[in-house]
């Protein structure tokens, strides 16, 4: 079957569209020292670059409720991997042609609109996709999240040691290749929408429905639960560990996406096997333990497995609450998915924020701090059993 007929196509194309999405949220962080030694920018002031792709992200996520399905799911991906590849070849270059700074935030702005609207469109046109079990081919989706993060980890570190920090540019022109391949695939891809047009909910209907905020709540604290730990793995390794960052990033984040890619594979081949209800609630149980013995141990290496466990954990919660969203809303279109990924990517910034601001306010230290991550998967369990027994009315 040609390509442009056969929607496994499209399911591989949404595979390399989170793989970049991966890409331009993890590979300009492993670029930070090398922006301090080379022009000189305080840390404190590269930090900004982070927050900086966190706004922009959010911002597209919340736009793209308003014109993707005028401008078409097409031209939208097409645009948004253009956008990162400008972004990370601008990264390469503009440093060298404006003040230093300012071309790095030019290229993480152009960037991370490109991330924005992958992050929004590529989970309703896998699931607009024709396919058996919904749920699955979400999983496995977005199990590509993690292996793009790992692969972009070690790749980059490889590069480095065997050509060195100096060449980074070159990277960065290599990386850009993979969204400049999407480009050229989802031009030949079949897609389809998740509802014709007009027939979507609004953004004011869904706002009116209480089991829509239930939903939103769920992920802001599925994001938050990942990146609670997520965010403060390499840190984790390398303090308690006592290694370098090189690898601490492997023994932390990366083992980390690691877990969380099997577990999402996993549930993706198993699907019709598993209550995906039940699985959430027992993931969320198995967080909890996890943040527990990760700060309670006095070992530092069963503190390592604890991490590892809350990758395992988290695995199955951002796609999974997506899937139980859309089959409770089968007309909430493509708002409905941008307004959830909006409200998990403000998790993602939450969940760091409150371990960072229990470490701050209590003096404690990163292993302790972490107790505060419970909180996390205590909400995800209390808002699933509610669902079960108010809202439930299919089997998913």
Not at 54 to 64: E, G
Not at 83 to 104: E, H, K, N, S
Not at 376 to 396: A, G, R, T
């Amino acid at each position: 079957m040609a390509i442009k007929n056969n929607f496994r196509h499209t399911i591989y194309a949404c595979y390399v569209a989170y793989s970049t999405q991966a890409l331009i949220v993890n590979f300009p962080p492993l670029l930070f020292l090398i922006f301090n030694e080379q022009y000189g920018i305080p840390l404190t002031q590269i930090t900004w670059l982070i927050t900086l792709n966190f706004l922009v992200q959010l911002t597209m996520d919340f736009l793209s409720s308003k014109f993707v399905d005028k401008i078409g799911y097409r031209t939208c991906m097409l645009a948004a991997h253009s956008f990162c590849a400008a972004g990370l070849i601008g990264m390469a270059f503009l440093p060298t042609i404006l003040p230093p700074f300012t071309g790095l935030l030019i290229s993480v702005v152009i960037y991370a609109m490109g991330g924005g609207v992958i992050e929004v469109l590529t989970s309703p046109i896998v699931e607009a996709s024709p396919a058996d079990n919904k749920a699955a081919a979400m999983s496995l989706l977005h199990s590509f999240y993690c292996w793009g993060m790992v692969a972009v980890i070690v790749i980059s570190t490889a590069f480095f040691a065997i050509f060195g920090k100096e060449h980074w540019q070159i990277l960065c022109c290599i990386w850009a290749l993979l969204p400049l391949f999407n480009i050229f695939y989802f031009t030949q891809v079949p897609i389809n929408t998740l509802t014709a047009e007009g027939e979507g909910m609004t953004v004011k209907q869904l706002a009116k429905s209480g089991l829509f905020w239930l939903f939103v709540l769920l992920m802001v604290s599925s994001g938050a639960a990942e990146q609670a730990m997520a965010q403060w793995a390499s840190a984790f390794a390398e303090s308690g560990l006592k290694v370098s960052k090189t690898v601490g990033d492997l023994a932390g984040p990366c083992l980390f996406s690691v877990m969380m890619g099997i577990v999402r594979a996993f549930y993706g081949k198993n699907s019709e096997k598993i209550n995906l209800l039940n699985f959430i609630i027992a993931s969320s149980v198995l967080c909890i333990v996890s943040f527990l013995i990760t700060s309670l141990s006095p070992w530092p290496l069963v503190s390592l497995i604890g991490c590892a466990l809350c990758g395992i954990s988290v695995g199955i919660l951002w796609p999974g609450v997506l899937s139980v969203a859309s089959a409770s809303f089968p007309k909430g279109g493509t708002a409905m998915f941008a307004l959830l990924a909006l409200s998990g990517d403000i998790g993602c910034t939450s969940g760091p924020s409150l371990v960072g601001a229990v470490m701050g306010i209590t003096g404690a230290d990163l292993k302790y701090a972490l107790l505060a991550g419970i909180l996390f998967p205590v909400i995800l369990i209390v808002c699933s059993i509610i669902y079960k027994k108010k809202y439930k009315k299919m089997d998913v």
